[in-house]
């Protein structure tokens, strides 16, 4: 029997990294949000390793941050080790990567969002749409409650008629024998969703005090930890080290011979699985010229015993799990707590979606996080916020914010899904931005902090205290440019850096240009008297040596604008322009970029075909122009 249980302007279902991130941002933007998930117990759960950010994901967490989202803020105040990678290389991929305590990272969530003005919390399963003409308005939960509003975003991760494998045995389970979201998918299938069939898997968890960490290698985090967000400054947190050990011969042996039992292998997984985080089944059948694998041992918090073994994910039968543990070196004596698994979950084709996330099935339903084909927290909290804001905007008659592949590795990922989509669960890399240069961990409030200001997410002080530091910037740049050094002031810096002496003055910004030379040697011969953190002097390093790579990345980035701005509008009929391949007019219809740009990115359109389309478009606007 349903009823009529409230009205709202946007829906969120599913408490999870994206749910979270598109609740709070839709409640901030003033729009009363209902995040409705099926176990409060499991708000911001982390399913698999307990750990946020590393290449490309750390850059997005602090992409999230800079628009006005929780995750960096999150994870400041429950990581239990934080660690600056790759700071041997560029700074394009300087990452940032914090061990979090998994249990106070869910536990600070759910008490954030229980805290936000105009944001109602509750458990629930959602399992039917409801859509009239075309328009979502509303679910409708197991316990036939009926919630109506504006705009639905659906977040609900590995859950969609969710199915766990472990060796002979599968059960339909969501992670963690959390009830699976069975109806939700067929009702999806029902309004015309396209969905695919995706798997994840995670390693065994084991006893801390079953642990012989002396055959380990300690990993401890950085001393002088940098921090996700913005505006953490400093952290008390009490950091703790991981462990580093590497699978045996034993190991490769026992899964070898075991290999007949591995679900991977005798087709009882019918879903793909993700190709950049491989089981170690996976790994060893893919990689036997590998003698052995890095194995990560992860505490999972500071008030549990549970330790995560990364890089052993299987779904391997319990037994041959235990036998893979305790082949490898520290692990001897070890116990097993939890045992890793396969899950296997359905997810929407997100070539159905705008790139503002909303779908193009379903007006104002939205869908964001794993379900849109990603795997990863930071990749679904990264879609969650876009969702969140768009709601929000579509229920305040707003145009969307779309984040651009030169703007941010939250546009290059929901640039790629939309345009490109995916065959396998879609997981950030450096790589996949062309711009990364242009898209550091460092210059995130640089490039997306007005964005979030605009839009209502980032408050007047926060935005005041960015364009301090922006302006500060600047005037050290200016100071550096104007500042003389005279070759007897240089002299003990450029020797002990091994660097060619000078024979005149010079400015001090050209001593910086030099690979050799940093800012904290120069500090010592030519201070600056500008109130500068440390962030400021790195952001002012960077500029500087840089400067023509940034340069030339900025003219290429000049260049895809001018196709980004060559608009397509909504009503052309692919089928009707002349010259272009059928696959072209296929794939263009059923894809419908927004722009040229767009248009030039889809796999199957040729540059013929979008000569072709330039000439038809600038034709098409004629002609519409002389109609007026
Ligand atoms: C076993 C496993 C292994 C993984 N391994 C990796 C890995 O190795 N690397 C990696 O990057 N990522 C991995 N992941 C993925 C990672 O956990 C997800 O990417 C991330 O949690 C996705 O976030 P999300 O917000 O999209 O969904 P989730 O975090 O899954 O959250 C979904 C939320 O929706 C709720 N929900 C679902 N259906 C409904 C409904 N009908 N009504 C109401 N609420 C609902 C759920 O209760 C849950 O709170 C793994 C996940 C699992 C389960």
């Not at 504006?150 to 008629?161: D, F, H, P, Q």
């Not at 921090?227 to 490769?252: G, R």
């Not at 996976?282 to 010229?289: E, G, N, P, S, Y």
Request: charged share 25%; net charge negative.
């Amino acid at each position: 029997m349903s009823y009529e249980a409230g009205q709202y302007e946007v829906i969120v279902v599913g408490a999870g990294h994206a749910g979270c991130e598109a609740a709070l941002a839709a409640a901030r933007m003033g729009c009363e949000t209902l995040l409705l998930t099926i176990n409060l117990d499991m708000v911001a759960f982390m399913p698999c390793n307990p750990s946020i950010g590393g290449p490309a994901k750390g850059h997005v967490v602090r992409e999230i941050d800079a628009l006005g989202g929780e995750m960096g803020r999150n994870i400041d105040k429950t990581f239990i080790q934080m660690r600056m990678l790759n700071t041997g290389k560029g700074p394009a991929v300087h990452a940032l990567r914090a061990q979090a305590d998994k249990f106070s990272y869910q536990h600070t969530m759910k008490k954030t969002i229980e805290e936000t003005d105009h944001l109602t919390l509750r458990q629930g399963m959602a399992e039917e749409l409801i859509v009239e003409e075309g328009k979502i308005t509303g679910i409708i939960t197991k316990t036939g409650a009926i919630y109506r509003a504006k705009a639905v975003i659906i977040t609900t991760g590995t859950y969609l008629r969710g199915k766990i494998i472990m060796g002979e045995l599968m059960y339909e389970s969501g992670p963690n024998n959390q009830q699976p979201s069975i109806r939700l998918s067929a009702s999806l299938k029902e309004h015309g969703f396209d969905l695919v069939r995706f798997k994840t898997g995670t390693p065994p968890r084991v006893h801390k005090d079953t642990i012989d960490f002396s055959k380990t290698e300690i990993q401890p985090g950085d001393e002088k930890p940098k921090f996700f967000s913005h505006e953490t400054v400093s952290s008390d947190n009490e950091q703790l080290p991981c462990w580093l050990t590497y699978t045996s011969e034993k190991t490769h042996q026992i899964i070898n011979d075991n290999l007949h039992r591995a679900p991977m292998f005798s087709g009882a997984i019918e879903g793909t699985g993700p190709r950049y985080c491989p089981s170690i089944e996976d790994k060893i059948v893919r990689f036997a010229d590998k003698p052995k694998h890095q194995i990560f041992l992860e505490p999972e918090g500071k008030h549990t015993s549970e330790y995560y073994v990364q890089g052993l994910s299987t779904s391997m039968p319990e037994d041959v799990q235990l036998g893979i543990l305790r082949s490898i070196p520290g692990l001897e004596n070890v116990e097993m707590m939890r045992n890793g698994y396969a899950i296997e979950y359905d997810a929407v084709k997100p070539t159905q979606l705008w790139p503002s996330l909303e779908t193009k099935v379903v007006d104002g339903l939205f869908t964001a996080g794993q379900i849109n084909g990603t795997s990863g927290y930071e990749e679904a909290a990264g879609q969650g916020i876009i969702a969140g804001i768009n709601a929000a905007r579509k229920v305040q008659g707003k145009e969307a914010v779309i984040i651009e592949r030169s703007q941010g590795y939250i546009g290059v990922m929901i640039d790629d899904l939309v345009t490109k989509g995916t065959n396998d669960p879609y997981r950030l890399l450096t790589s996949r931005a062309e711009y990364r240069l242009l898209l550091r961990h460092d210059n995130a409030d640089l490039r997306l902090t007005p964005i979030g200001y605009e839009i209502g997410l980032i408050s007047e002080e926060r935005y005041q205290s960015f364009l301090k530091k922006k302006e500060l910037v600047a005037e050290e740049l200016e100071r550096l440019r104007t500042t003389k050094i005279r070759p007897e002031a240089a002299e003990a810096i450029l020797a002990a850096a091994n660097s060619a002496p000078i024979n005149f003055t010079v400015d001090a910004l050209t001593l910086l240009r030099r690979p050799e030379i940093t800012y904290s040697m120069l500090e010592t011969i030519a201070p600056s008297d500008l109130p500068l953190t440390e962030e400021m002097k790195e952001q002012a390093e960077i500029q500087i040596k840089y400067a023509g790579y940034i340069e030339k990345q900025l003219l290429q980035v000049e260049r895809l604008n001018k196709m980004e701005k060559k608009k397509i509008p909504d009503d052309i009929e692919y089928a009707e322009v002349h010259g272009l391949a059928s696959e072209a007019k296929q794939k263009l219809a059923s894809i419908r970029p927004l722009s040229i740009g767009q248009a030039s990115r889809i796999a199957g359109v040729t540059p013929a075909d979008i000569s072709i389309l330039i000439v038809y478009l600038e034709h098409y606007n004629r002609v519409t122009a002389s109609r007026g």
